[in-house]
């Protein structure tokens, strides 16, 4: 099981019987796989088809952002068999609007009889070179508690977390109304509309990724029906002339007692008032179709789009059910180079600040490395690393990675210093500047897969 022959060059011979190389469209079916009893919820001798799919077609459909030898396979070197593997997926995100390349890590796993021998750790230094070769600044990954601290990443950005609703808050039409607003399937001839849509809602966000038309090509046509990428996005457009006002997207899963919305935007000019009892209607009787694998239907719906929506401030109360949202790991592994890229974001919000034309030094204490901060007239000037000492402990301290908490919005400088006694800042006019420049703001990413 799993195994498999390729003309793939070894990486690297790892000793105790097992190599190190890159994977080629031959491995897909040996992947699938692995992967779908890897990261199979109901455990390994119940393959989870849905990921299995999603593998299958990163090897054998052409994707617009990875190759076919873009996971890493730790494999025995006499029968092929495959014992641990994980991939990269090269993708563009923006930071107020500034893009920067991402390498997302996926579908990371490891027999459990191969587990505690730093495999993972040894393909991750694989990946992140090559994620440095591409000249990707930040690698980004979703994942288990806790376990990607280990490899530099920390939880830097909200992942989903949303607001849910039952019947009793959806309104019903009154007698002899009409629906005033009809869903059907996206289409290809859509991906227009769906590309300005999703360009309104990022405005929304601090950082959020880019879906060229080619993705969005590759998402509605070329993807497995079955694989967990495959989001079912619909239009939402007026009955009384097709005109269309907006989109929904459902994810190719669900909980057991929820039916999930992923994104959901109206365009500009359109009321949110009038459509959201149209869209409301429509997930109802989703919620109550038999779920395909347990045969039960659904008791809720939940708008699962991060912790500021339109929908939300719209509904309020009649979204009781409150989803707290998870968190993408973020690394940045050369960090003066990131503010640097990003400078003219932090330039903007000082100028629209009361720090407007700030001159000055801020140095920024990791405890065992750090940075200096230098503006002239509202212009970061110099980013660079720098070590404290005991004579000169910086302007401010946060410890191991919590910086990157505040770099990307994930948390208030106010909210990190409740959290860790050992985050501090000297004087009320840096704690200003640092509120300025790395504002808690909601970003609401949609990583490519």
Not at 114 to 133: C, F, I, K, P, T
Not at 165 to 175: E, N, Q, R, V
């Amino acid at each position: 099981m799993n195994s498999i022959t390729t003309h793939q060059p070894i990486l690297r011979d790892l000793g105790d019987g097992l190599i190190l190389r890159r994977s080629s469209p031959a491995d897909a079916d040996a992947l699938a796989d692995f992967c779908g009893r890897i990261h199979s919820d109901e455990g390994f001798d119940h393959p989870d088809l849905r990921i299995a799919a999603w593998t299958r077609d990163l090897l054998t459909k052409p994707h617009p952002t990875f190759q076919p030898d873009d996971f890493s396979v730790v494999a025995e070197a006499a029968t092929g068999r495959i014992v641990s593997t994980l991939n990269l997926i090269s993708q563009t995100w923006t930071y107020e609007g500034i893009p920067f390349g991402v390498g997302r890590p996926e579908l990371v796993g490891t027999l459990p009889e191969y587990r505690n021998r730093g495999l993972v750790r040894l393909q991750m230094d694989e990946v992140h070179r090559w994620s440095a070769a591409r000249g990707q600044m930040v690698q980004a990954i979703t994942g288990i508690p806790y376990y990607y601290r280990l490899f530099g990443y920390e939880m830097g950005l909200d992942l989903d977390g949303g607001r849910g609703g039952f019947a009793p808050s959806i309104p019903a039409l009154k007698d002899g109304e009409l629906e005033p607003f009809s869903i059907r399937p996206a289409t290809e001839a859509d991906i227009p509309f769906l590309m300005d849509l999703y360009q309104q809602a990022a405005a929304r966000s601090e950082v959020y990724a880019v879906r060229p038309e080619a993705m969005w090509r590759y998402d509605l046509l070329e993807r497995s029906p079955s694989s967990v990428g495959r989001g079912a996005w619909e239009i939402i457009e007026r009955a009384a002339d097709g005109d269309p006002v907006g989109a929904l997207m459902r994810p190719n899963y669900a909980s057991r007692d929820t039916l999930f919305v992923m994104r959901y935007e109206l365009k500009a000019g359109v009321s949110w008032l009038e459509v959201n009892p149209s869209v409301l209607r429509h997930l109802w009787p989703l919620c109550q179709t038999p779920d395909p694998e347990t045969g039960k239907v659904r008791t809720a719906y939940t708008f699962l789009l991060g912790q500021e929506h339109p929908v939300y401030a719209l509904m309020g109360a009649s979204l009781p059910q409150i989803r707290k949202p998870y968190a993408w790991y973020a690394r940045v592994p050369d960090l003066p180079a990131f503010l640097r890229h990003i400078a003219p974001a932090l330039e903007t919000r000082l100028e629209r600040s009361i720090a407007v034309g700030y001159s000055g030094e801020m140095k920024i204490s990791f405890y065992k490395t750090g940075l200096r901060l230098v503006f002239e007239r509202g212009k970061l000037v110099t980013v660079e690393g720098w070590r404290p000492a005991p004579e000169d402990d910086g302007h401010a301290a946060f410890p191991d990675l919590t910086f990157l908490q505040i770099l990307f919005g994930y948390r208030s400088l106010q909210e990190l210093r409740l959290s860790f006694a050992d985050c501090w800042w000297q004087t009320e006019t840096i704690r200003a500047l640092l509120e300025i420049l790395f504002p808690k703001k909601n970003s609401s990413v949609l990583g490519i897969m």
